[in-house]
């Protein structure tokens, strides 16, 4: 095949050869596929920092397969740092910037393929999306999950901590002490967080897409079967290299629709739409946002994974992991989607048997009969909002109360802590929206509280933010159009009747359209929240949450609407 190889051969190369070999390259590697190994290690989150070592297990593996790795260094943030603070804004928005750094480092850099390591939320899909762009050969290593922490007689998990800080600390429901001991022990190592929060939904729907090595992605971070995925990644890439099999090749219709059922059939994060639409469109394919709703309401729930259940992620691979998952789901599947195995999904999991315990239930016993998303349309979300349904009580799967309404999550938290949210109240939380935030902030400092203070069963919440993947519930976010744009939500006052319905997919409040239309005429935009640097760019580059969120607006030729089935 004809590769970026031959720009390094001849005298006329050796302008390029004579800086790769400054950096210790020899000119024989110079007829080898030239493998960059994008690595978003860092020392300040578990989920990462293990990933210099598993870089060094892939580089191996390069080797050994007659490549010649070229590490080099991205970032990985952690929300969970930022929560409370208004710089929580930034998390979504760094897909855009983990795409364009993977794009510019392998087009100025004239790289054959690529590996990329990554562990959590928005870093997987910026991973993702650059590979798209350049469409080099590429592989995906995540990190996987981290064991449950544990405390006294029971697990304690980073949310268990972070619904302590916002509901139970502030209203004396435990002592610092007590805080103190648990905080010690919720992160026991390295990995991510094991609950089916958006980090380990990612990991797993980038196996599901094809493009980790079946298996591999929920394998504990611990484990030497992680060292050895990542070394066997290494010496894979340079094979896919050499068949020419691109993320072109493997991130088709089916393996986008594939990654949708697996998001129902895990009750995944409700991030997840946001990063599958986004990859969709970097392929030139539209995914419109009712097909996630389609898609679960024939895909039953089938992982108990925590805030689903009571088994971690860690549980979730013993029992089987994405392979035993794809196998359970039968023919919901699309079997003919290939992989970067080289082997199409079916062929991966010909031999396996299904689950191997609690935390994947069979499609004839299933945690619940449809999946754990579903999208709300209604008069204050004419063009869609997400809700996790596997996560809500029974009887508040329709919840109708008066509006209590606030411009921010740090102003709805204070209310719930002051106790001015009663049973019944539906809360309003807006201006945090993708334009508003901007940066489409995760409102987890209210639904924390919610939680904690034991009111997720009888308060609804809405907002045009998102959350954390773990979350629980009637929380409605991503509502379109957002407040910054003039949507519904900007006009809903105190004590505005709101329905929240969501076996009839609704959210409406009962305003006539008179009055919506006279409460509009006199709405003016605010001012924005922040008018210099990245974010500021952000604001006026994103596309609406429906549409995935991310900076994409260039024109593109689109391969076709996907649609159900």
């Known amino acids: 095949m004809e590769t970026q190889r031959n720009l390094f051969v001849g005298p006329q190369a050796a302008h390029r050869r004579q800086i790769y070999k400054g950096a210790g390259y020899t000119h024989d590697d110079f007829g080898k596929p030239l493998i960059g190994v994008a690595n978003s290690w860092t020392e300040a989150s578990p989920a990462h920092m293990h990933l210099k070592q598993l870089a060094e297990a892939v580089k191996a593996g390069i080797w050994q397969a007659g490549g010649v790795p070229f590490e080099f260094g991205l970032f990985a943030t952690c929300g969970n740092i930022a929560i409370g603070t208004e710089n929580m804004k930034y998390e979504l928005a760094i897909r855009d910037v983990l795409a364009a750094s993977i794009e ?14 990554a562990s959590c939320d928005n870093i997987i899909p910026g991973h993702l999306m650059g590979a798209i762009r350049v469409n080099l050969p590429s592989i995906m290593v995540t990190g996987g999950p981290m064991l449950a922490g544990k405390w006294r007689e029971g697990t304690v998990l980073a949310p268990d901590v972070n619904e302590a800080v916002f509901g139970a600390l502030p209203l004396k429901r435990i002592s610092e002490q007590d805080l103190r001991e648990m905080e010690d022990c919720s992160c026991p190592g390295p990995g991510a967080c094991p609950v089916m929060g958006t980090a380990n939904t ?5 196996e599901a897409m094809g493009m980790a090595l079946s298996g591999s992605s929920t394998i504990p971070a611990i484990s030497a079967d992680r060292l050895r995925v990542a070394r066997e990644s290494g010496r894979r890439v340079v094979e896919l290299v050499r068949e020419d099999i691109r993320p072109s090749r493997i991130l088709d219709e089916r393996a986008l629709k594939n990654a949708i059922i697996v998001n129902a059939a895990i009750g995944g994060s409700t991030n997840a739409p946001l990063h599958i639409i986004s990859i969709g469109r970097e392929l030139g394919i539209r995914i419109e946002l009712d097909l996630f709703d389609e898609i679960s309401r024939k895909t039953p ?15 979730f691979h013993e029992a089987g992991g994405v392979p035993a998952l794809l196998k359970e789901l039968g023919n919901l599947i699309d079997t003919s989607a290939l992989t970067v195995d080289g082997r199409t999904v079916g062929e991966n999991i010909e031999r396996v048997s299904g689950s191997r315990g609690p935390a994947i239930s069979t499609l004839d016993n299933p945690v619940q009969a449809e999946g754990g998303l579903a999208v709300l349309k209604g008069n204050i979300a004419p063009r869609g909002a997400i809700v996790r349904t596997s996560a809500i009580k029974k009887e508040m799967l329709v919840h109708r109360g008066p ?12 209310a719930i802590i002051d106790g001015r949210i009663q049973p019944g109240d539906v809360i ?18 209210s639904t924390d509280a919610l939680y904690r203070i034991g009111l997720e069963g009888s308060v609804g919440l809405i907002t045009d933010g998102r959350f954390s993947g773990f979350n629980r519930g009637p929380i409605v976010g991503h509502v379109s159009p957002e407040a910054m744009e003039g949507g519904v939500i900007a006009v809903i006052e105190d004590g505005d009747m709101i329905e929240i319905n969501i076996p009839a997919r609704q959210l409406h409040v009962e305003l006539s359209e008179e009055e919506i239309r006279r409460r509009l005429a006199r709405w003016r935009m605010p001012e924005p929240k922040t008018k210099t640097g990245f974010l500021a760019l952000y604001a006026q580059m994103a596309l609406p949450a429906e549409q995935g969120a991310a900076m994409q607006k260039w024109s593109f030729i689109e391969n076709k609407n996907m649609e159900g089935g």
């Open 104 to 117: 510019i480092m392998s087009m100025v850099h004239l790289f054959d393929g690529l590996v990329l390591l």
């Open 301 to 315: 729930l089938l992982a108990s994974v925590i805030p689903n259940g009571p088994h971690t992620a860690v549980e």
């Open 202 to 206: 990612m990991q797993i729907l980038t």
């Open 403 to 414: 509006a209590k309404t606030f411009n921010s999550d740090q102003e709805a938290w204070q």
């Open 428 to 445: 309003v939380v807006r201006y945090e929206g993708p334009k508003g935030a901007p940066g489409m902030k995760e409102v987890m400092l």
